[in-house]
């Protein structure tokens, strides 16, 4: 099995994930980190949100931490990518409460 580390959750770090993960589940292991406290935020509905056709933020979310997990994979939000050591293929990250990651990997989106 090898390990993925993708980095970002909106819509590109969500389509890696989601591809990954659908077609073949069992042959990777994925670790997700994204600044943010969301996932897949679909900037284009803020119109309709600011224009009253949507009546809150809810619905412009097609994805979720939990979701992503469910699928199996690990994923840390609020953790912000400090480093990226290419040559000893290793992610370095901090979350908000200073938690400091080193994630090693063979393939990073
Ligand atoms: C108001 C608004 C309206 C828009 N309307 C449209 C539209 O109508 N049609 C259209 O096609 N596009 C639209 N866009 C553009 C569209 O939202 C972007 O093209 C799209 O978000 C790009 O997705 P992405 O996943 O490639 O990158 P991003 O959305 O930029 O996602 C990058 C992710 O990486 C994370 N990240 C960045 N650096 C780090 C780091 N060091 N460590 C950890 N995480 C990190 C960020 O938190 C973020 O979640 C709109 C954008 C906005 C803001």
């Not at 989601?18 to 119109?47: E, K, R, W, Y």
């Amino acid at each position: 099995m090898s390990k993925i580390v993708v980095i970002g959750a909106n819509h590109a770090g969500t389509a890696a994930v989601n591809t990954i993960l659908d077609t073949a589940p069992d042959q990777h292991q994925v670790v997700v980190f994204d600044a943010n406290s969301n996932i897949s935020f679909l900037g284009c509905g803020m119109a309709l949100w600011i224009g009253g056709q949507i009546s809150g933020p809810e619905g412009l979310f097609y994805s979720s931490q939990k979701l992503l997990q469910q699928k199996g994979a690990m994923v840390h939000m609020l953790t912000t990518v400090t480093k990226i050591d290419f040559d000893r293929k290793i992610v370095y990250a901090e979350g908000g409460d200073h938690t400091r990651y080193e994630e090693p990997y063979e393939n990073s989106f």
